[in-house]
């Protein structure tokens, strides 16, 4: 090839004298040149099918995102929805228990008969705490504890001098857990 100066100082080759390999441009008939342009249009062939099965994989694994993605929502709506079902199915026992003191209560209007929808209704209250503690809830320790501001909510400050001062000595409303999660602080009153 031969070398051609240019403005930059640079050496740069000339197309016009640049070597060109020999066969060139002239038609293809020689066996080996043959041989080489179906090698290469084989692979060529071979490289389209696989980059179209893996555009097809690739569609395919999309979709299948899709459709999980669309299950996952419905599950998580239907959660949410009926996520509450199993309390609700144990507290439809409380409620025919309170049905059924209701209806005993109004036949019977005697002393004998308010004793005895006393002790339903606090059979009652026991069935309904039992159902609440079996799924979490537990009560806030209130009267006699520190006051902690994190679970109490003083409502007022009063003399106790049975009391230390910062006792629980009242608990107007319960607080209430539900696991570890705070649902609702207790009501109380603090010694001052």
Do not use: W
Not at 22 to 27: F, I, L, N
């Amino acid at each position: 090839m031969k070398e051609v100066e240019n403005d930059n100082d640079t050496d740069v080759k000339s197309p016009e004298v640049m070597d060109v390999p020999s066969g060139a441009g002239e038609d293809v008939g020689e066996p080996g040149e043959v041989d080489e342009l179906s090698v290469l249009r084989s692979e060529l062939e071979t490289k389209t099918a696989e980059v179209e099965e893996n555009r097809n994989e690739m569609l395919r694994a999309r979709a299948e995102l899709d459709n999980v993605r669309r299950r996952l929502e419905k599950e998580k709506a239907d959660h949410i929805s009926y996520g509450n079902e199993r309390l609700i199915k144990e507290l439809l026992g409380v409620m025919d228990n309170f049905e059924r003191a209701l209806e005993h209560a109004g036949e019977d209007s005697s002393e004998n008969g308010v004793e005895a929808l006393r002790g339903g209704i606090e059979l009652i209250y026991g069935q309904m705490k039992t159902v609440l503690a079996n799924f979490g809830l537990k009560e806030v320790e209130a009267v006699g504890a520190k006051f902690d501001p994190t679970v109490h909510e003083a409502i007022s400050r009063d003399e106790c001098p049975d009391s230390k001062p910062d006792t629980v000595i009242k608990e107007f409303q319960k607080g209430y857990f539900l696991k570890d999660r705070l649902l609702r602080p207790s009501m109380v009153s603090v010694a001052k």
